[in-house]
């Protein structure tokens, strides 16, 4: 039996759960549907492209500074852009990239290009020193550094214990 190239291939009931939405997950579907469709094509997906999605970050904090590191891959210096107003941190970037694939023997040229800039704020729990704050980016990771007010660190105390 063959299937017509384009009738997508369900991984799922079409009954829907009660309460479901009745278009559900139509978008994913044509998303597989579409993707399926360009493997055969020979036409990037999706995921070949950058994306324009709010970078990853990791979030850590000692008693002495917070630290936060967002994967930014394929971004030059001059194209990323952190600030700090009123303990929110923001980190922003704009990515342009253009790609080319050429085969003279398939008789075809593809060139695709691509633009956007994405932002991501994050509250910060305590105050910091804002004039020591520090920026770095390497190898794709964006690296921010801010250190706490000293007055605001925790000390740690002992506290006696008594009987009774």
Do not use: C
């Not at 299937?3 to 991984?11: D, K, N, V």
């Not at 799922?12 to 479901?20: E, F, I, K, Q, T």
């Not at 990037?44 to 002495?64: C, G």
């Amino acid at each position: 039996m063959s299937i017509h190239a384009l009738a997508p291939r369900w991984s799922r009931p079409l009954a829907r759960p009660v309460g479901a939405s009745l278009f559900g997950d139509l978008f994913g579907d044509f998303d597989t549907l579409f993707a399926e469709l360009s493997r055969g094509l020979g036409v990037a997906r999706r995921a070949d492209l950058p994306a324009t999605r709010a970078p990853r970050i990791d979030y850590s904090e000692t008693p002495d500074e917070i630290r936060i590191h967002a994967e930014m891959p394929g971004l030059d210096e001059k194209d990323i852009g952190v600030s700090l107003e009123e303990r929110v941190l923001t980190i922003e970037g704009r990515r342009a990239a253009e790609r080319e694939e050429e085969d003279a023997e398939a008789g075809y040229r593809q060139v695709e290009s691509f633009r956007g800039s994405f932002r991501r704020s994050l509250r910060l729990p305590v105050e910091v020193d804002e004039n020591a704050v520090t920026a770095a980016y390497r190898n794709g990771v964006l690296s921010v550094t801010l250190p706490k007010r000293p007055e605001l660190k925790p000390e740690a105390r002992t506290i006696p214990v008594t009987t009774g």
